[in-house]
């Protein structure tokens, strides 16, 4: 899978925000009164609303509440959850008082006798361990009242499914669905019990063996389970499931979804989406990837539909009812999260790729925008089954663009879904939406054989899959499309990577889950950019080929079945002729959370290297004795440039020394920032650096681009004073390449915004000139015309952007003619594409650019377009305008919700709604959580844009209150820890640096 919020946080896209309100908003301006009284908030004006705007009144009253929170007098009488409790409950105070200490004395005394009953079961983040006899006693009840016969998330292993017989009847009118499930299983150890998955479905009928059993069900862990008076002996036998269950209303399971053609008629259709844990919603199955199975799918629909599986299609039979059953070949052996079926109207293109017909299928008006994804998924196809050394493995593979679809896309075996952003390419798309079409081909393709193939056993081990599929797209499109310029992509998500790995709430790339919600949350960064960084590491470490022989032996070796980490880097061992031990290097970067900082010290030609965890905020670290077994590279002026200038140091221990052949001016490690870790030098070390920095092209620009990052992490870590960053970016001005610059601008943007939003206003505009004194001359050189080098086209739209927002005239000017024109030729007239977003973002700030946005939005056929019409719309500074889209975005009744993420993402830049999506969030947590799933990525995301610009306590605490009053909902997911952190990250930055800055910007 891949998420397509990764595409949304690029660094190298900065979003000042425009002139802030004309009256800044003080905390002690607002008064809030309560909900039958009016808002007053300076600045905004005062709300007087009419009844016609009742709509943004609860918005805007939180608004007040938000401000008034940060009021420290007001904060203690009235807290803001407090408030949004239902109004009786706060009618009796004292009663209410008594009863709430009640209850925390009868919680807190229950969890003390079930410690104390249950001996071997400590309640952490891992949950239980193993049974044992004594766990009798908690075995939950069922639905029906009787004993469940099981107390684990993880199910038995004693019985395995081999086969599961699935046919389906959706009903797209109805929006339910009617199935039945034949699973022939393997009892491998006498048992009397058969647990399996199943979520809200109504079981009508179930037989054992043709003999009809009783199933018991415990929902909170989405398990059924048959009781058998005698243990099953070893052998085969047959369970048969047949049930009815409603689509899914979000984005995982069955679920249906409509869109309107350009008829204007209203089209339905049902699609799936499993991984990690969804397919038990949409048939009783063993749900885990290590129970492997083949999968024979019939589905029976309406003759206007088509239906699509993993495998090809066998035959359709017409029932006589007057609808149509298709019957799909019988699956090679995989995993439930790979099962997916499509009922829509469909239609598509296809091309033979020896041996596999490859086609692209999209709805009816936009089928001619396949032809780019079809020659991109043959091209590779090629690719890997040349890179692998094993062919694809089935006959067919279908790549359809969904309408309405959450993730960016999603591997199933033979069948890959994708958004309609991720696949289709319009007439107009330029080179960086190619970009982004390729890597997510280029991601799924890879995990036909990282992941369908050979599967990691258990989702703690997701980055196999995960961070193998994001190398390979990498690797992949270097080689095979070189135009795209996807190192300096890959070069930002490795620096993306290091910014979340340096907070004490990441976690070890392979890592112990059980929850559900866990499970959800091993879909981030960790898994997908710093588990293709390790590899990327590793592979440059490596002779030659040695990489890519040692994953063809682990391919070959463990085809069609499960694996964990160390079987990869055993793999690797083999075949590796060097004298370094893969798997033992590997091994430390797995199991450790973080990533080194490594500090170089040189006197003479004597270098003293140490390594310590890199860990931003050190307060609550429990684990800093971590050591790293790290490929230390380096090149010095003699030899800086070429690949074969690098040296390499195995640095394992907490410090060594490397001695130099001969004295040398200075020393730059971590050659291209292939490895992951950061670089500190001593003072001189440093001074030596910017020196020769005065000639740019003395480094490569991955060199100069990782300094940047590496200066400002130090400055973070407080290893650097900020005057020290600044001597560094004196060499800006200098600066052509598309890395560096693109790096340095999302640094000084990160910091713009908090200052902005801290309402230093004085700083904040010191921070402009700043800006404006490094890149306005680069920023007046760019182009407005059509461009063709994708390098080029990153670093303009960077740049333009960011001009734009700081309201340079030329800047905007251009943006309002180029919009002006579009709109004349009634948009027939062609923004280079790349410019798109920051020409729209300009004219949304006007009522009628806003108007013709809005309209583009619900008419366009280009997916592309819809969404930096979308980024537009959210960016504007007209409140009313941005609860609207808050709004619209979570019903889904004119803005899709699928884009809800994005939605916040864009708003949270600006200073204008941050404050107000922050409140959205609170206000409609329910909701959301109802749309995306507790602690996936999409909920990642949204808590992150939320909260990562505060920098004050009040903010600290308004979050945290917040977040430990989410319960089951929310309160222990591990990106409440990372946004926490990251608002104390910024409290003490800002406390550090404040002086500074006004001392030297
Ligand atoms: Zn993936």
Redesign the pocket.
């Known amino acids: ?2 998420e397509n919020s990764m595409f949304e946080e690029e660094p190298d896209v900065v979003d000042l925000a425009k002139e802030s309100p004309s009256y800044p908003i003080d905390s002690d301006d607002v008064v809030y009164e309560p909900r039958s009284s009016r808002l007053l908030v300076r600045g905004l004006g005062e709300n007087d609303l009419d009844e016609d705007e009742e709509d943004y009144e609860s918005s805007a009253r939180l608004l007040g509440m938000s401000f008034m929170n940060r009021s420290s007098n007001q904060r203690s009488a009235s807290s803001s959850y407090t408030r949004q409790q239902p109004s009786g409950s706060c009618s009796m105070p004292s009663a209410k008082t008594t009863v709430v200490g009640v209850l925390i004395l009868v919680v807190v005394v229950s969890i003390f006798m079930v410690i104390y009953f249950v001996p071997g079961c400590t309640f952490t983040r891992k949950g239980c361990p193993k049974t044992n006899s004594t766990m009798n006693n908690i075995y939950p009840n069922s639905t029906s009242g009787e004993i469940f016969p099981w107390a684990e998330l993880r199910l038995p292993s004693s019985v395995h499914p081999v086969r599961y017989d699935i046919s389906l009847h959706p009903d797209l009118k109805n929006m339910t669905f009617q199935g039945s499930v034949s699973i022939k299983v393997e009892v491998l150890h006498e048992t009397k019990i058969i647990v399996l998955h199943s979520f809200d479905m109504n079981i009508t009928k179930a037989t054992f063996e043709g003999q009809v059993v009783n199933f018991l069900e415990y929902k909170p862990w989405q398990q059924i389970a048959i009781n058998f008076s005698e243990d099953l002996k070893k052998g085969t036998y047959g369970l048969n499931i047949e049930y009815t269950a409603n689509f899914s209303n979000s984005y995982d399971g069955f679920y249906n979804s409509s869109y309107v053609d350009t008829n204007g008629t209203k089209r339905v259709l049902a699609a799936t989406q499993f991984e990690p844990l969804a397919a038990r919603k949409a048939f009783p199955c063993f749900d885990e990837p290590a129970f492997k199975s083949t999968f024979l799918i019939k589905i029976t629909r309406e003759p206007n539909y088509i239906s699509l599986s993993n495998m090809p299609k066998v035959k359709t039979t017409d029932l006589k009812n007057g609808l149509q059953e298709d019957e799909f070949k019988e699956s090679d052996t995989m995993s439930t999260y790979l099962v997916a079926f499509i009922v829509a109207e469909f239609t598509s293109y296809s091309r033979n790729v020896s041996n596999t017909t490859v086609s692209v299928y999209a709805i009816p008006d936009k089928k001619e925008q396949v032809h780019y994804a079809l020659d991109t998924a043959a091209k590779l196809l090629e690719f890997y089954n040349t890179f692998f050394e094993i062919d694809y493995p089935l006959r067919k593979l279908d790549l359809v663009a969904i309408p309405d679809f959450l993730a960016g896309a999603m ?1 199933n075996w033979g069948l890959i879904t994708f958004r309609e952003t991720t696949l289709l390419v319009g007439n107009n798309s330029s080179p960086i939406d190619k970009q982004l079409v390729t890597s997510v081909i280029a ?2 393709l890879a ?1 036909q054989w990282f992941g369908n193939l050979v599967t990691m056993r258990w989702w703690n081990d997701l980055w196999l ?2 961070g193998f ?1 994001t190398y390979m797209q990498y690797m992949s499109i270097s080689n095979v499309f070189p135009d795209l310029d996807i190192n300096t992509e890959f070069l930002n998500v490795r620096f993306k990577a290091l910014a979340k790995d340096a907070l004490n709430s990441s976690h070890p790339v392979s890592t112990g889950v059980s929850t559900p919600e866990q499970v959800e949350e091993m879909f981030d960064s960790v898994s997908y950019e710093k588990g293709a960084s390790i590899l990327l590491m590793l592979n440059a470490t490596l002779r030659d080929g040695e990489f890519r022989k040692g994953v063809i032996e682990y391919l070959q070796k463990y085809n069609r079945s499960n694996t964990e980490s160390e079987d990869l880097w055993n793999s690797l061992s083999q075949v590796s002729k060097q004298n370094v031990n893969v798997s033992e290097m590997m091994h430390t970067w797995t199991v450790h959370k973080g990533f080194p900082l490594v500090t170089v010290k040189r006197n003479g030609t004597q270098v003293t290297l140490s390594q310590e965890h890199f860990l931003l905020n050190a307060e609550n670290s429990t684990d800093d004795s971590s050591l790293w077994h790290i490929p230390l590279t380096y090149v010095n002026e003699s030899c800086s440039v070429l690949s074969s200038c690098k040296q390499v140091f195995h640095l394992k221990d907490k410090t060594a020394i490397l001695k130099l052949p001969a004295k040398v001016k200075w020393l730059k490690f971590n050659f291209r920032s292939d490895g992951f870790y950061i670089v500190h030098y001593d003072v001189d070390g440093w001074k030596d650096l910017i020196e020769a920095l005065q000639n740019v092209a003395v480094l490569p620009c991955e060199d100069r681009a990782a300094l940047i990052n590496n200066i400002f992490a130090l400055s973070r870590l407080g290893k650097v004073s900020f005057r020290q960053v600044l001597n560094l970016m004196n060499y800006i001005k200098n600066e052509t390449e598309t890395a560096p610059l693109t790096e340095a601008l999302f640094q000084l943007g990160q910091i713009y915004r908090l200052l902005d939003k801290r309402s230093e206003l004085n700083l904040a505009s010191r921070m402009k000139s700043y800006i404006d004194d490094h890149f306005g001359s680069l920023m007046e050189s760019q182009s407005w015309e059509l461009e063709s080098s994708v390098s080029k086209m990153t670093l303009r739209s960077a740049l333009l952007e960011m001009a734009c927002s700081l309201n340079r005239f030329n800047c905007t000017t251009q943006a309002k003619r180029l919009f002006d024109q579009w709109v004349d030729s009634n948009k027939t007239f062609q923004i280079p594409s790349d410019l798109m977003t920051t020409v729209f973002k300009v004219a949304a700030q006007a009522e009628d650019g806003w108007d013709v946005l809005l309209s583009t939005y619900k008419h366009s056929i280009c997916d592309a377009e819809k969404r930096k019409t979308l980024e537009a719309l959210a960016s504007t500074q007209d409140v009313r305008k941005i609860i609207w889209v808050l709004q619209k975005s979570l019903d889904g009744s004119e803005i899709q919700t699928q884009e809800f993420p994005l939605v916040i993402h864009t708003i949270c830049k600006n200073f204008a709604g941050y404050l107000y999506a922050w409140d959205f969030v609170k206000e409609n947590w329910g909701k959301i959580t109802q749309k995306f799933p507790v602690g996936s990525f999409a909920i990642q995301s949204i808590i992150m844009s939320a909260t990562s610009q505060f920098s004050t306590k009040t903010h600290l605490m308004e979050a945290q209150n917040f977040f430990s009053s989410l319960g089951a909902k929310g309160s222990q997911m591990r990106i409440v820890q990372e946004a926490t952190e990251t608002i104390k990250q910024n409290m003490r930055w800002m406390e550090k640096n404040l002086d500074t800055l006004q001392h030297w910007l």
């Open positions: 899978m891949i591997e991601h799924e995990h899959n995960e599929a």
